[in-house]
């Protein structure tokens, strides 16, 4: 009567051997449900986008069917580059982040319009001189630090559409002397423009959001106009 014992599920296990019966029914459980654990993680479809490659672009289709460029291959020292509005056929909505950071032979930039987002360090430390942004009429954010120490940028022209530029964005852009916001953007982080001593911020009047920043970070402000 001794020899068995009752579990809470009232399943008979026999304990002749003692304690180390019952610890060996717990390790064949327990590796059981390892050999459970990879067979199902076997079958786990790879969720993470294949890089593709055209031309100067590495990018990968996001999952609206729209482009994200990962990285930039050129070497092109055009005076003016227009980046593309579609790769293979998809619209690109998103640079991605680094995707151009510490790139040489970038001057003049004209970005797409339907782009949606610039993420964090998609620039930083290239050699971009202008950033012309006023034609992506969908552009909701630029990430942080985004053009951080770009030691010629001289220039940027936001979109109307900007909602948020983050944290040290444009920092440390020692030479950048105008940023044009042509909407009110709501959301700019407090050291967006940090470290830009001879920034001059242009904007419309009635802009009371970038004014509002402007002042409370003792940028020089002027108005557009047209």
Not at 43 to 51: F, I, R, V
Not at 53 to 63: C, I
């Amino acid at each position: 009567a001794a020899d068995v014992i009752k579990s809470k599920y009232n399943v008979k296990i026999p304990i002749s051997g003692g304690v180390f019966t019952v610890k060996k029914i717990i390790a064949v459980i327990m590796a059981l449900a390892c050999i459970v654990c990879v067979f199902a993680s076997c079958g786990k479809k790879d969720d993470t986008p294949k890089e593709l490659t055209s031309g100067d672009y590495t990018y990968v289709v996001l999952e609206d069917g729209t482009v994200k460029i990962t990285k930039y291959n050129g070497t092109s020292d055009e005076i003016e580059r227009d980046l593309p509005s579609e790769i293979d056929g998809k619209t690109v909505t998103v640079i991605g982040k680094e995707a151009f950071a510490g790139a040489e032979g970038l001057t003049v930039v004209n970005f797409p319009t339907g782009l949606v987002k610039i993420e964090e360090r998609a620039f930083a430390e290239s050699s971009i001189q202008k950033a012309f942004m006023y034609r992506s009429k969908s552009l909701k954010e630029i990430g942080a630090e985004a053009f951080s120490k770009c030691p010629n940028l001289v220039q940027v022209d936001m979109s109307s559409s900007l909602e948020t530029v983050g944290e040290k964005a444009f920092f440390y852009c020692t030479k950048l002397k105008v940023a044009t916001f042509r909407g009110n953007t709501p959301n700019i982080a407090d050291f967006a423009f940090d470290a830009c001593p001879s920034l001059v911020i242009y904007t419309k009047e009635g802009m009371d959001k970038v004014i509002a920043y402007a002042e409370k970070s003792l940028i020089e402000l002027k108005y557009l106009t047209v």
